[in-house]
């Protein structure tokens, strides 16, 4: 095993790797498609320590990326099945990727948590070529898992947001240990056949000087100005975890479809956690939107809508209000300033936790006594909830208006109009300043599946029960009408007060307002708690 600063062979390293099949020693090649395993190809060692070709059967390249390749090979004293990356020598001459490969593996090899693929060796060949093992993880990368769900349901999208939270998790480790990934993106988080999750490619990781410890994330409100910085912020140096320089200022590395503005001019020196939360955020959008954040025509493009975080157009009306309320959250992470961002990984995680509980706050209304807060005939694309304050229920007939009822905090009102999609059946008016909490209706469509099969009952109950609702009314109205005519008839003279004559027509369980509403058809007149007689015709 080499040491932090040596790019020499280790002893356990000693011998030969090549990347392609010896003649002596190749097993016969099988058809396209198939795994032809091989034999490494070595010289023979000069020591008593096991050489590559005696510890290892190479079984193919599996990956191939700017700096080497990725092979499947069997490591042969555990006989177990590994990966190994490799650094070919003409790379390894250059002390720019020779450092870049070194932080890779010095980088992972430290940040040991279930969400980080572990180092086994890191070490070189005989002709210099870099090496490092890893556990093979067999699985997908989130990159196809997405595009082999597209279009994502809303179950996709909570299994989506269960491998997002393990990155989350791997990330906010890293950042305590002072290391800053720097190309979060789909195709670098690793699926496995079990369920596993690793935050893949620490190529380009950058380990801080210092590293932000920051407080409690505040509470987060998609229906008001988000602050995702208002939190305390306490710094400390980190000297635990090293690994070789991997860039200049000035240069711009990392995947510029992902990219944070600061990363893609080059300004390392902004370079921090946020960037990696720029990044979550960019990642949570690919998964709601389907698409990168900076897609351009080509890649210089891609980098300049990056540098500018200049997100494209989303029409969100045909997203349910969860995927909208990810959205403002994924967004809120991918800020252009990083103070205007969430200020750690804890703090988008809860934000986005806090979405998936329910903790989505509606707007709030305000209105002042008298103020009409629906009408009666209106679509019914809202419902309400009284915060503060009393409301009437009333509905006008020929000119007058008759009150149905009286509504006070905790009430609600309108969610009839919205499961039904039928007008509104009554107009709401504020009595005294009320405070309200507007429900969009989509939200209660969304939380009752009334665009499933189950809607169809939800609305086929809701027109029902409007609809006895409305003939009870006209039943009980006809009821108390008659009580009244007749206890008139039998006391002729003189004013008589409501409280009175709710009990003199023996309906103690009728409402005032029913009552009023009785009255009033009759053609009394109902002045505060009195019911004076209809004035006689003129002939």
């Known amino acids: 095993m080499t040491d932090d600063n040596s790019t020499g062979p280790s002893t356990a390293a000693k011998g030969r790797l090549r990347l392609t099949p010896d003649a002596t020693t190749a097993l016969e090649r099988k058809p396209p498609g198939e795994r032809a395993p091989r034999e490494v190809a070595v010289r023979p060692a000069e020591s008593n320590v096991y050489g590559l070709d005696e510890r290892f059967v190479d079984e193919g390249e599996i990956g191939h990326g700017g700096m080497g390749a990725v092979h499947r090979v069997l490591e042969r004293s555990l006989h177990r099945t590994v990966a190994m990356k490799l650094l070919p020598q003409d790379l390894a001459q250059d002390t720019k990727y020779r450092n870049r490969f070194l932080a890779e593996a010095q980088v992972t090899g430290q940040l040991e948590h279930p969400n980080i693929v572990s180092v086994y060796e890191l070490g070189t060949d005989d002709d210099g070529v870099m090496f490092f093992t890893m556990p093979l993880i067999e699985g997908e990368t989130l ?31 890293a950042h305590s240990r002072g290391v800053v990934h720097r190309d979060i993106k789909p195709a670098n988080i690793m699926v496995g056949e079990h369920g596993q999750v690793y935050l893949m490619d620490w190529g380009i ?24 910085t208002d939190t305390q912020v306490i710094r400390r140096r980190t000297t635990t975890l090293t690994a070789a320089p991997v860039e200049e200022e000035g240069v711009v590395l990392g995947t510029y479809a992902y990219m944070a503005p600061e990363q893609a001019r080059g300004d390392v020196e902004n370079i921090d956690e946020r960037t990696d939360v720029f990044g979550l955020g960019a990642v949570l959008y ?72 329910g903790r989505i706050r509606f707007p709030v209304r305000h209105c002042r006594a008298g103020d009409l807060i629906v009408t009666a005939g209106d679509q019914g694309d809202d419902a309400f909830y009284i915060r503060q304050g009393q409301c009437e229920v009333f509905v006008e007939r020929d000119g007058v208006e008759h009150r149905y009822e009286t509504l006070a905090a905790g009430d609600v009102f309108g969610e009839t109009a919205v499961f039904t999609g039928s007008p509104r059946n009554a107009s709401v008016r504020a009595l005294t300043d009320v405070e309200l909490i507007s429900v969009p209706g989509r939200y209660l469509a969304d939380a009752v599946g009334l665009d499933s099969w189950l809607g169809a009952f939800v609305r086929t109950l809701g027109n029902r029960f409007s609809e006895r609702n409305q003939r009870v009314a006209e039943l009980e109205n006809d009821l108390v009408q008659a009580r009244v005519a007749l206890f008139f008839q ?50």
């Open 143 to 173: 990159s196809e898992w997405l595009r082999h769900r597209a279009p994502l349901s809303d179950e996709d999208i909570e299994a989506a947001l269960d491998i997002f939270f393990r990155v989350c998790d791997a990330l906010s480790f």
């Open 205 to 228: 990781a950058r380990v801080m000087a210092h590293t932000a410890v920051l407080g409690d994330a505040p509470e987060f409100d998609v229906s008001e100005n988000i602050n995702p």
């Open 286 to 357: 690919r998964v709601l939107v389907g698409r990168a954040p900076f897609e351009g025509t080509n890649a210089f493009d891609s980098l300049a809508r990056a540098a500018e975080s200049r997100l494209p157009e989303i029409k969100t009306h045909r997203m349910n209000t969860l995927r909208r309320a990810l959205l403002e959250v994924a967004k809120s992470a991918m800020r252009k300033d990083p103070t205007d961002r969430f200020q750690n990984v804890t703090a988008f995680k809860n934000a986005v936790q806090q979405v998936l509980r």
């Open 490 to 539: 039998s006391h002729p003279e003189g004013p008589v007060s409501m409280t009175d004559l709710q009990k003199a027509v023996a309906l103690p369980a009728v409402s005032a307002q029913t009552l009023r509403i009785a009255l009033e058809e009759l053609g009394f007149d109902v002045v505060d708690d009195t019911v004076r007689r209809p004035a006689p015709e003129s002939t």
